[in-house]
């Protein structure tokens, strides 16, 4: 079992920066993808940004590119979200996910994912 947590959310004013974290434990191989996806009230979950294993390919959502940037520590077993200039429409609870790590790499596809931690609320206001 693999285990998911997330920390970091919390309240912002529109323009500030946060940054989430999210460790992963238990029994998790060596070679996998991350992603972080989040759900706003009232709408289906949608990806925000993708990294494989080593870092060397990440995907991002077009209403987040060029605010949020994704990175990862292997030797953590950590995934982080840098996320600036935020927005209003920013607002969701935030997941990090762990990618299937024998399927292709599909960063930004929500079903290529099999453990999800259990989320964090960030709240931007105007």
């Known amino acids: 079992q693999v285990q998911l947590v997330e920390s970091g959310g919390g309240l912002a004013r529109a323009g500030d920066s946060l940054m989430l974290s999210c460790a992963a434990s238990?029994?998790?191989?060596?070679?996998?993808?991350m992603g972080w996806f989040r759900q706003a009230p009232g709408k289906e979950r949608e990806p925000v940004a993708a990294i494989t294993w080593d870092g060397a390919t990440t995907d991002y959502a077009d209403s987040v590119k060029g605010r949020f940037t994704i990175s990862r520590d292997n030797g953590k077993n950590t995934v982080y979200l840098q996320m600036n200039r935020l927005k209003p429409e920013d607002t969701a609870v935030y997941y990090c996910?762990?990618?299937?790590?024998?399927?292709?790499?599909?960063?930004?596809?929500?079903?290529?994912?099999?453990?999800w931690g259990q989320g964090t609320q960030v709240t931007v206001s105007s």
């Open positions: 238990g029994r998790i191989g060596t070679t996998y993808a």
């Open positions: 996910a762990v990618h299937n790590e024998y399927s292709p790499y599909r960063g930004l596809e929500y079903r290529s994912y099999d453990y």
